[in-house]
């Protein structure tokens, strides 16, 4: 049924192995007054899903996600949560913004209007 070297554990085309098991932990850092409940709720399962999936580049593959879940346009940056960063958007309105971590990846998201 499966042609040589197929193993059930490796995604296809040889993709990031996701990660199986434990679900991450998703800890607030700051939200702005523009992102409700239900977006909040929604763009943290979009990270986390694919941070559990294991699709890299993180940052476009949550941003992709969002924009399906959601519409509209994102920014997404993402980096491990101990390294120090400088960022900034002109363009985000007061409170469309989030940040947050699942495990140890700091998301940064931005609604872009």
Known sequence: MYGPGYNPMMPPM???????GRQPII????????????????????AAGVYQRG????????A??????LGGDWVVVCYPEQRP???ALTTVKGGDFMTFTVDNVLFQV???K
Request: proline share 9%; aromatic share 12%; net charge positive.
């Open 27 to 46: 800890r607030e850092k700051a939200r702005g007054y523009g992102i409700d409940p239900n977006e909040y709720s929604r763009i943290t399962e979009c």
């Open 85 to 87: 960063y400088d960022f």
């Open 55 to 62: 699709e890299r580049p993180y940052s476009t593959n949550c």
């Open 64 to 69: 992709n996600a969002i924009k399906r879940m």
């Open 110 to 112: 931005c609604r872009l």
């Open 14 to 20: 040889g993709g990031p192995m996701p990660v199986y």
